[in-house]
């Protein structure tokens, strides 16, 4: 199993699961088996050698035997056994959970093998002892014991077989030298297929059938003299990728003279992360089609153990690809460095060496470049000691099309707003190309945009548009300065209400309180009650948003890019996720947090990433908190507090240090926090700038402490304290 703080250099989704989170092949780790069906009909496998090998067709005998020898064959190990289950036999230990999540209807047996004898060995004999035998269901499993649940002629078999204090035996066997695997990760429902094998496709994949002729996202595994090869493609993403049938797959992999492949969990699941050269951790490399990644059942990580070195052996620069930039525009190229086993090391900036050849531009000691006025192509070069590297720009005017963002918002009056801009050549590939080359102008009496393409909003009500031009381009985009993009401020109900699914009846309960803990906004904020205890399934707390009309579902103006939301958590570690339905009609579900994310006690602020692909207007139809694991169905209460929209553009985050600077300057942070603060943020970009996240992270969290410490409420607004939760989780969303 992975340790904590080991070096994960990439990774996949694995398996396909079960509605629970079960995957539903076989899953080994360290030789101890997790979970496993009868029949495994692909999986990969690694040996005690470090060999690896991808198999097909392996099943596991089960037997369960009593002091007599009478014998019984198992079914399943570490499975969810259903109410529509019959004549079949489940074995679990605790790394299923804390009980077994059985319906009634059956026999469950509890047998005490031992501390430390309890995980599953595939050719090892577990013995025990028989502790309890009855009919029940959702027995507690606990360390040193197992338990055996069964129904029908094998619940019969165990009435007749066995007696409590009767010791008996376990054997787990797999075929096709299985027993002797490390590790193994299979890909086992309709789709779990191998693709290859000797280098030729499986014949099975000619068939004419949806499931082989259907395009999909697809996550696959090849094997090629002995090395594993990972392949993750995308797919359900018009004008980005449609996706491959499994012949289809199966070819491509063929045509890169791979010999043996697997075809894994993909669709929605498909997620690729790989550590780049001079990262501390892995990032996201495709785009999953759920527009965010979906959390999955098991994953293949690749894990590096080579030791961290300070000697520096290389420099990769980012952006990582050639550079092609339009005359006059401004970009930062970040140097970031590794050692001999591409592990971070981290480089002090001023330590770099920066130099430009080819009459390309110039370039500062910060890495902030300046492309040329003229079409030229050359090299950026950066040196540290005896180490260097250098990118290709190319300084080009050859502007096909041209993007501005955000494309359509709204903005309260006096309010600005920064632009960012994408320009394109003839091939649709991206030139770099910066605000203050586009000449820009606005239309109608909305405000005033710089050179540098802020836009500032005036004073009254009105719409129009703000325009860039760049040669014979001229793009718009509409604005209009009104109320607050502020959806639902919680101060009334009149488009709010309550709604739960699989909670304890009439538990979910929403109330304005007006108590000054609870409220950040206004004179009001919403308590949400809820109850998930002995609940199944997916249970939720919803709160409801209205349209006029009392319909479900409110419009959205414009194209946001975030929606926002102050929540007050209760660190009961439930999943927050707001439901929307985009032009299309289609409903949708989107993470505010991650799956047991609502970890914190107090306010905090939460946001939503809009999908790329997103087809607008939008309208919002509810905050669901949910829970789907049976080990957590706790009851709590939590908070709600100004829900907005964001129109921003995200790859264009707030410069945290201008924006603290300012309201120290206004008075608005009064010393000694406003110097700790500095020095907090000061510490924080040095770890960041050096490549350590995790570092950055600590002084952010601190940052943050400070600017929430009741301690420090004479030293700062309130109208500070939450402009800076909210900018500071904008510009540090590691």
């Not at 014991?145 to 787990?172: F, P, R």
């Not at 496709?201 to 259907?214: G, Q, R, S, Y």
């Not at 996202?217 to 359900?236: H, S």
């Not at 924006?659 to 206004?666: G, K, Y």
């Amino acid at each position: 199993m992975m340790e904590q703080g080991e070096q994960v250099v990439g990774g996949v989704n694995g398996d396909f699961f079960s509605s629970v989170g079960v995957p539903s092949g076989l899953q080994i780790v360290d030789g101890e088996i997790y979970t496993s069906s009868r029949n495994i009909k692909a999986l990969m496998v690694t040996f005690p050698d470090n060999s690896i090998k991808l198999e097909h067709s392996v099943e596991m005998t089960a037997e369960f035997k009593n002091h007599n020898g009478d014998t019984l064959e198992l079914d399943m190990v570490n499975r969810s056994r259903v109410a529509t289950h019959n004549d079949r036999a489940f074995l679990f230990n605790d790394r299923f959970g804390e009980s077994v999540k059985t319906p009634d209807g059956g026999i469950e047996v509890v047998i005490d093998v031992g501390q430390g004898k309890d995980h599953f060995i595939a050719g090892q004999t577990m013995q025990g002892k028989v502790l309890s035998m009855k009919e029940a269901a959702d027995t507690k499993l606990e360390e040193g014991k197992i338990v055996l649940s069964a129904v029908g002629t094998k619940a019969d078999w165990l009435m007749n077989h066995l007696s409590i204090g009767e010791k008996i035996s376990i054997d787990l066997n797999f075929t096709k030298n299985i027993n002797q695997a490390k590790h193994v990760l299979s890909g086992n429902s309709t789709l779990g297929t191998v693709l290859l094998k000797d280098g030729e496709i499986w014949e099975e994949l000619l068939e004419d059938h949806k499931n082989n002729t259907d395009k999909h996202p697809r996550t696959m595994l090849a094997t090629k003299n002995g090395k594993l090869y990972i392949f993750a493609v995308d797919g359900r993403q018009e004008g980005h990728s449609d996706g491959m049938t499994l012949p289809g797959a199966a070819a491509y992999l063929q045509s890169l003279g791979m010999e043996d492949a697997i075809n894994i969990d993909g669709g929605g699941s498909t997620t690729y992360y790989v550590r780049q050269p001079g990262e501390s951790k892995p990032t996201l490399q495709n785009r999953p089609s759920d527009g965010h990644e979906r959390p999955v059942g098991s994953s293949l990580l690749v894990i590096s153990k080579a030791p961290q070195q300070s000697k520096l052996a290389g420099i990769r620069l980012y952006p990582s690809s050639d550079l092609k930039i339009v005359p006059g525009s401004k970009i930062r190229i970040q140097a970031k460095g590794y050692d001999e086993f591409i592990n971070p090391v981290a480089i002090e900036p001023k330590s770099l060496n920066w130099k430009v050849e080819g009459q390309i531009g110039e370039i500062a000691r910060s890495g902030l470049f300046v492309a040329g006025k003229a079409k030229k192509q050359g090299q950026v070069i950066v040196e540290k000691g005896s180490v260097s590297t250098n990118k290709t720009v190319m300084v080009t005017d050859e502007v096909a099309s041209l993007e501005i963002a955000p494309t359509s918002f709204v903005i309260e009056p006096g309010k600005t707003q920064e632009f960012s801009a994408k320009a394109y050549d003839e091939s649709g590939q991206r030139l770099m190309i910066s605000p203050d080359v586009l000449e820009w102008s606005v239309e109608g009496d909305i405000g005033k945009i710089t050179k540098e393409g802020i836009f500032h909003a005036g004073s009254k009500e009105t719409s129009g548009k703000v325009v860039a031009k760049y040669q014979n381009l001229r793009v718009e985009t509409t604005v209009e300065v009104g109320p607050s993009p502020v959806i639902e401020d919680f101060e009334d109900e009149s488009h709010i209400r309550s709604n739960e699914v699989r909670t304890v009846p009439g538990s979910v309960k929403m109330t304005l309180v007006s108590d000054p803990e609870h409220v950040l906004y206004g004179e009001r904020a919403a308590q949400l009650t809820y109850d998930f205890t002995g609940t199944e399934g997916t249970s939720a707390a919803y709160i409801h948003f209205l349209d006029d009309e009392g319909n479900l579902g409110q419009e959205i103006k414009g194209e946001p890019t975030r929606f926002g939301v102050w929540v007050y958590g209760d660190q009961q570690y439930h999943h927050l996720r707001l439901g929307i339905t985009d032009g299309n009609g289609q409903n949708a579900l989107w993470n505010m947090t991650t799956i047991g994310g609502v970890n914190w006690e107090g306010w905090k602020y939460v946001y939503a990433t809009v999908p790329e692909d997103t087809v607008f207007p939008l309208k919002v139809r509810y905050f669901a908190l949910e829970e789907k694991n049976q080990h957590n169905k706790t009851a709590g209460m939590i908070y709600y507090d100004q829900f907005e929209a964001i129109y921003s553009d995200p790859e264009q985050r707030p410069n945290i240090e201008l924006i603290l600077e300012d309201m120290i300057q206004a008075g608005n942070i009064q010393h000694p926090l406003a110097k700790q603060l500095t020095n907090q943020l000061k510490q924080a970009n040095h770890h960041l700038n050096n490549g350590s996240h995790k570092q950055a992270q600590k002084f952010i969290d601190d940052f943050l402490e400070r600017v929430n410490d009741p301690k420090n409420k004479k030293m700062i607004t309130k109208e500070a304290r939450l402009d800076l939760n909210q900018k500071t989780v904008e510009a540090f969303n590691f």
